[in-house]
């Protein structure tokens, strides 16, 4: 499943530099899809959040075909990055929204 930020954030960036998918963003940024990844799409979206850092569950893959953990959740400082149970994903389906993402 794909991460989410609660409100337990402290929005230190810490977060943001480390995902291989460009799915972390700052409190109140615009994010499209094609940001760090090899898709087309610039389309801005609304942020998902206002108040705090926030993760966007299309991109995010748990770091699956990256790493064998999710980098965000090992240098939050304030565990505040958690699975998301609006967005259950096996393992195989984060592997593939990975390919999607990055056309490899």
């Not at 090899?38 to 770091?63: G, N, Q, R, Y």
């Not at 980098?71 to 195989?92: G, L, T, Y």
Request: hydrophobic fraction near 30%; charge should be negative.
């Amino acid at each position: 499943m794909a991460l989410f930020i609660n409100d337990e954030c402290i929005s230190c960036g810490a977060c943001i530099s480390e995902c291989p998918n460009t799915a972390i963003y700052d409190a109140g940024e615009t994010w499209t899809m094609a940001d760090g990844t090899a898709l087309d799409d610039d389309t801005e979206h609304d942020p998902i959040s206002e108040d705090h850092t926030f993760i966007v569950s299309d991109k995010c893959t748990e770091c699956v075909g990256f790493y064998d953990e999710p980098q965000c959740v090992s240098v939050c400082p304030v565990d505040a990055i958690h699975p998301d149970p609006n967005h259950q994903e096996s393992k195989e389906d984060l592997l593939a929204k990975k390919q999607r993402l990055h056309g490899e």
